[in-house]
């Protein structure tokens, strides 16, 4: 007849593999215990011969609690390859350059410059006579000169004209022209002039005289805007017509005596 195993077999297994659990945890536990052991042997002796202290989060174990990686900040060493600057000089030398550069591009660019106006030439006029006056309607060409590298925009010119000083026309225009940047714009305007003095009125109505010449002093003034400013400009010239009849032909202006 076979042996049938009995109970008491099976609780006698069931308590060895519990024994050689617990020696088995008992000894993970030592290995542990001698570890920490020899950590803080090696610490103490660290200690000892070179003057240092624990550190105050591990005491030396080496071993932080769990939940403080976050909290707790690791220690370079200053030979550490991290903390040696690399290029640092290149990228400062570099950096002012380029600012330096681009301040002077935008000072170059919007530095504002001159807006010139200057004279061209008388390029007609017409001659009418009346009973008690010469009527002159006067067509000149002025140039306006933009050295900015925006537009300039041009408002109010105002022309008036002299002879002997004496006023003898105006002409004011609101809006005159827009200047293109690095350009020159050819504007042209008339004035009406009227002459009253008797002696002036038979001089031009006099047929013995092949050319009546008359001098015209023409004083004007301009408003430019460009870069968020208003600027006044002025000039002064003379030019010179034929009063009596309508020969006037296209001639340049003359500048004012010194």
């Given at each position: 007849m076979g042996a049938v195993p009995?109970?008491?077999?099976?609780?006698?297994?069931?308590?060895?593999?519990?024994?050689?659990?617990?020696?088995?945890?008992?000894?993970?536990?030592?290995?542990?215990?001698?570890?920490d052991g020899i950590k803080k042997w090696s610490?103490?002796?660290?200690?000892?011969?070179?003057?240092?202290?624990?550190?105050?989060?591990?005491?030396?174990?080496?071993?932080?609690?769990?939940?403080?990686?976050?909290?707790l900040v690791a220690v370079i060493p200053c030979n550490d390859q991290r903390l040696k600057p690399r290029h640092t000089k290149l990228y400062v030398a570099v950096s002012v350059g380029v600012c330096l550069v681009a301040s002077a591009l935008v000072l170059f660019f919007l530095f504002p410059r001159t807006v010139i106006l200057s004279p061209v030439e008388v390029?007609?006029?017409?001659?009418?006579?009346?009973?008690?006056?010469?009527?002159?309607?006067?067509?000149?060409?002025?140039?306006?000169?933009?050295?900015?590298?925006?537009?300039v925009q041009a408002y109010n010119l105002t022309v008036q004209a002299l002879n002997f000083k004496t006023v003898v026309g105006t002409v004011?225009?609101?809006?005159?022209?827009?200047v293109k940047p690095l350009s020159t714009e050819m504007y042209s305007f008339m004035i009406p002039i009227k002459l009253t003095d008797p002696g002036l009125?038979?001089?031009?109505?006099?047929?013995?005289?092949?050319?009546?010449?008359?001098?015209?002093?023409?004083?004007?003034?301009?408003?430019?805007y460009y870069m968020a400013h208003?600027?006044?400009?002025?000039?002064?010239?003379?030019?010179?017509?034929?009063?009596?009849?309508?020969?006037?032909?296209?001639?340049?202006?003359?500048?004012p005596p010194p």
């Open positions: 009995s109970k008491c077999d099976g609780d006698t297994g069931e308590s060895g593999l519990q024994q050689s659990e617990s020696e088995s945890g008992q000894d993970d536990k030592q290995r542990m215990i001698e570890e610490s103490n002796r660290r200690q000892s011969s070179g003057g240092t202290v624990h550190c105050p989060t591990c005491q030396g174990t080496g071993r932080i609690p769990r939940g403080q990686e976050s909290k390029k007609s006029s017409y001659v009418h006579f009346s009973d008690d006056a010469v009527h002159i309607n006067i067509t000149n060409v002025l140039n306006i000169t933009n050295n900015n590298f925006v537009a004011s225009v609101k809006n005159v022209t827009s009125g038979d001089y031009c109505k006099k047929p013995s005289i092949n050319v009546h010449i008359l001098y015209v002093h023409l004083q004007m003034s301009m408003t430019v208003y600027e006044q400009l002025s000039l002064e010239t003379y030019e010179y017509i034929d009063c009596g009849t309508n020969s006037t032909i296209a001639h340049s202006m003359q500048p």
